[in-house]
């Protein structure tokens, strides 16, 4: 704007010693224009600057690690008559990266219409992009002067991770485990006494604890009850992201082993609970994942984690939320994405 205003002072300059060096009328009418351009642009500037409206309603959801993503600024004008001319000014900001690009898109708007700009940027890690308004920069009729508007308006892309299968394996102690449900599986039996899972004839080795009594005395028969096996979660895998030590390729590299894992524990039909500490709540976040629609759920709300600051009430927290529970393993992710398993990080996961 400096340069476009230092050229509108030059050319009044060079109008007023023309005016004082040729008896023109053409001068004389130019000279008018000038002087009267400055105060009609600014008050052209602040009339429209009130009816020109910008938002992001055309920015994605989610998208893909390694792809553009492209995202919609739609300016709406309610100046009638006349032709707008602005720039916007948009920030891209990855969630746990200090990198921010910056974006200047240019539109000109027709009266009473409405115009989408597009811009794209490269997904480089997984997690959440956040696209924000700064401002708007708005021109007057040839150009020369401009008024800014601020906007406040964002909106977040989510970038989901890839996965593939990762090898491991569930031991025998795994996937005999029973914790605490109020599911039951309907293909197996277990040890929990409050719920049945089915009832058969009476074997020699069988308890008489088991003898179902009034079915046996309407049967003539003696009739024994199998008792259920609960669908309660096995293992736990626990989330680790601490404050000064996260980058957007540790968090990228967090989201993509969380992925793969919790999809392969879904594929062998192991039950487990994704877990994380939530600061702003002060509380833990617990994800029951079964199959791989929850897999993903869960992967979508890991999305949103940010890294802790304080280690010690995160502990307390964690201590508190887990009272009583029983997991056969338990499984943390730190804040690069590498396995833990009982202090070690194991090149092959056992479970």
């Not at 890839?162 to 491991?168: A, C, I, K, N, T």
Request: charged share 30%.
């Amino acid at each position: 704007m400096v340069q476009r205003v230092a050229g509108y002072l030059a050319v009044l300059l060079a109008a007023v010693y023309l005016y004082f060096m040729y008896d023109e009328t053409v001068i004389s009418g130019l000279l008018v224009f000038l002087f009267l351009y400055f105060p009609v642009s600014w008050v052209y500037l602040l009339y429209i600057r009130g009816k020109l409206t910008a938002d992001l309603g055309r920015v994605p959801l989610v998208g893909e690690r390694g792809k553009r993503v492209r995202a919609g600024v739609t300016v709406k004008s309610r100046v009638p008559l006349m032709i707008v001319r602005c720039d916007i000014f948009i920030h891209v900001r990855s969630g746990h990266g200090r990198r921010r690009k910056r974006r200047r898109l240019s539109a000109t708007v027709s009266a009473g219409m409405e115009r989408t700009c597009w811009c794209e940027f490269e997904a480089e890690e997984c997690g959440c992009i956040e696209v924000r308004i700064q401002k708007m920069r708005i021109y007057d009729f040839l150009g020369v002067f401009c008024v800014e508007k601020k906007v406040d308006q964002r909106a977040e892309v989510k970038i989901m991770p890839e996965f593939e299968l990762m090898p491991l394996e569930i031991t025998r102690k795994t996937r005999e485990f029973q914790a605490e449900s109020e599911e039951y599986s309907g293909e197996r039996k277990g040890d929990d006494p409050t719920e049945i899972y089915q009832v058969r004839e009476y074997r020699v080795e069988d308890s008489l604890k088991d003898i179902h009594w009034k079915l046996s005395a309407k049967e003539g028969e003696l009739m024994v009850k199998e008792r259920g096996f609960p669908l309660g979660c096995t293992v736990l895998v626990w989330f680790d992201l601490r404050a000064g030590e996260e980058s957007a390729q540790g968090f990228s590299r967090l989201l993509e082993t969380a992925a793969s894992l919790s999809i392969t524990l879904a594929a062998e039909k192991c039950i487990h609970m994704a877990a994380w500490y939530e600061e702003k709540n002060e509380r833990i976040v617990k994800c029951r994942v079964s199959d791989e629609e929850s897999a993903y759920a869960m992967i979508w709300r890991l999305l949103d984690m940010e890294p802790c600051r304080d280690i010690t009430k995160r502990d307390i927290c964690y201590a508190d939320a887990f009272r009583g529970w029983q997991f056969s393993s338990v499984v943390t992710i730190d804040g690069e994405g590498k396995l833990w398993k009982s202090g070690a990080n194991p090149e092959f996961l056992r479970l």
